[in-house]
DNA sequence: GTGAAAGCGCTAACAT
DNA sequence: ATGTTAGCGCTTTCAC
């Protein structure tokens, strides 16, 4: 095998209690024995048996991450931000798809956590419920991390989240300003924390700016976590394209439901943005493969991912107290392009 | 702490060491004490320590897994197929995304084989053309399999992959057939394996069928795995519909370069299959999603996905010599939605 | 500030 | 068929 802390002590000529001590770079050891011991590890190379410092209840240089979803290109994005991150930092994620079973995931983070992982990081759709009673009750010993947990305002754990009102009293309002009326708002299935924040969100926008059932309009397409939406948002689009209080604005509940909007309104002879804008929700590929490429309120998820894979970062560094709740929110925000 | 071999050592009245011999289903070990043992096992929940076990250089349970780009949902479906098929077998996975940085890969190589993982799991994007030299020549003490691996017909490892060519002379001859004429062929950049066979294979394919230049066409769009190839097709698929000599049928790179051909097609008036039929390739999330749906040629990213795992598994199951190259090839085939 | 030494939980000779 | 025991490479008291 490689060389190990042994080989390291007797080149610098001290005992191994000393290399550890630098490794760990806790306690007093003599700047010059330091310098001098650490200028040998780089020189030989040497790495430190992982394994070895498991079996001491150490650090591990692992993070667990359990998705809901891995195919969804929402969730792809946030892993790929933190997964990015973390291989700067010489740490690496078991990644573990839940498929949004319960069961499997409680069964994933037992393993996780035996297998001494140094964070979890738990990332749910932002359409999705999570048990988060069971986070509350979860007690782990490494810093829990969830991303996007809307929920609760005050959870056990660290959360990393992203609002969606800023985002979407944006691309109200730029309906309004433009007076793009009857705007139309397509949700999907009713139940989750996504489609009842828009809701609200909505009905507050259109009285306060004093809209009648005339200027706004809201729909509903099923599931909006499944392919099949697509072709459901094109169907209803269809629709309404041919109604009398046609809409001249929509916004959708989340990107696949926008390219679902576009291609009904492509069907129906409309043009996108002159006839109808539509701006959407998430900003993952589909809205920038699309053609036109979809105006979208942005979730951020690479920003999510890398605020979350810092956080642990901190917590290692020792910066942040570890099992302490904290909260770090950020705006999502209008992102302008062709349909809008 | 969790339960430890003593503990189920001294529960039994027997030594570590036989515990050690069951849990390893290894050597002699009489059946009744075997029965006993698991039983106490299974009762008291004991899970062997990972750490203990790798600083023994066995078992991990880890295999590490490096894809070019994880956010390509042509990637993501063969990741999950993996994750899946391994976590039936309490297995984990390192998820390791290289964005095709070859330094960088090399790097993540290194350290996951200094995490001791059972097996090295590569996923080359289908268009893109890895170092496959330097696998060659990597000495790792586990086993290497690689997916879509085509370059070399006789590479020093495991390799699982899928042959384009099938499903290409399926969707030809299905033109053919209807006598869809002209055909164009739209690829990406020159250069990589898969746009090499599928420009040989077309010529052959119009060869054989005594197609002349007014029956087939090649175009070309850039790099059809960047996410601005859509709009390129979008535009060319424009151009092509005004043309004189109009493709009744396209055939394209891949999901991307289809979903632009098809919005190209809408924009111009066509309708698709009536006035023209697309067929891509690669069967991702896109052309599920598009509307209408694609037809296109399915690279069976989950079957590729499991039969890795699977691999991996019978390999550590002892019923395949892990570092005897081996190669399973599968054949891609047409799957035909609403484009054609 | 540094060293000696006792484990962490398991595996694998070597005994019996 | 089962037990004894010496490590695997590191961390961490406890001495000095």
Redesign the pocket.
């Known amino acids: 095998?490689?060389v190990?802390?042994?080989d390291?002590?007797s080149a610098a000529?001290?005992?191994?209690?000393?290399?550890?001590?630098v490794?760990?770079n806790?306690?007093?050891?003599?700047p010059?024995?330091?310098k001098r011991i650490e200028a040998i590890i780089k020189e030989q190379g040497?790495?430190?048996?992982i394994?070895?410092?498991g079996?001491?209840?150490?650090?591990t240089g692992v993070v667990g991450i359990i998705v809901s979803l891995i195919t969804n290109p929402y969730m792809t994005s946030i892993v790929e931000s933190i997964e990015g991150t973390l291989a700067k930092n010489d740490a690496f994620i078991y990644l573990c798809n839940s498929n949004n079973d319960e069961e499997l995931e409680h069964r994933y983070i037992e393993e996780l956590l035996r297998r001494k992982v140094e964070a979890l990081i738990v990332v749910e759709s932002p359409g999705f419920n999570a048990a988060s009673s069971f986070y509350d009750g979860l007690k782990a010993d490494c810093p829990v991390i969830l991303v996007n947990e809307h929920l609760h305002r005050d959870p056990r754990h660290h959360v990393v989240c992203c609002a969606q009102e800023p985002g979407l009293m944006e691309a109200l309002n730029y309906f309004l300003a433009r007076r793009l009326f009857p705007i139309a708002m397509i949700l999907g299935d009713e139940g989750n924390y996504s489609c009842t924040v828009k809701e609200r969100l909505f009905a507050e926008f259109c009285s306060g700016a004093g809209l009648g059932p005339g200027a706004a309009q809201v729909h509903r397409v099923g599931d909006a976590n499944v392919e099949g939406v697509v072709t459901n948002a094109a169907e209803l689009m269809s629709r309404l394209a041919r109604s009398p209080d046609r809409p001249r604005a929509i916004l959708a509940y989340n990107d696949m439901v926008g390219v679902g909007v576009l291609q009904g309104a492509q069907a129906a002879g409309l043009r996108v943005p002159d006839d109808i804008a539509v701006i959407s929700v998430d900003n993952t590929l589909l809205s920038r493969i699309s053609v036109p490429q979809l105006s979208t309120v942005d979730l951020r998820t690479a920003d999510l991912g890398r605020m979350a894979a810092e956080l642990y970062l901190r917590i290692r560094s020792g910066y942040i107290p570890a099992r302490e709740a904290s909260r770090e929110e950020i705006s999502s925000r209008l992102v302008l392009r062709a349909t809008s």
Chains 1, 2 share one sequence.
């Open positions: 095998m490689g190990t802390i042994d390291i002590a000529g001290v005992s191994t209690a000393t290399i550890s001590r490794l760990n806790s306690e007093r050891v003599s010059a024995t330091r040497y790495k430190p048996n394994f070895a410092r079996l001491k209840h150490s650090q």
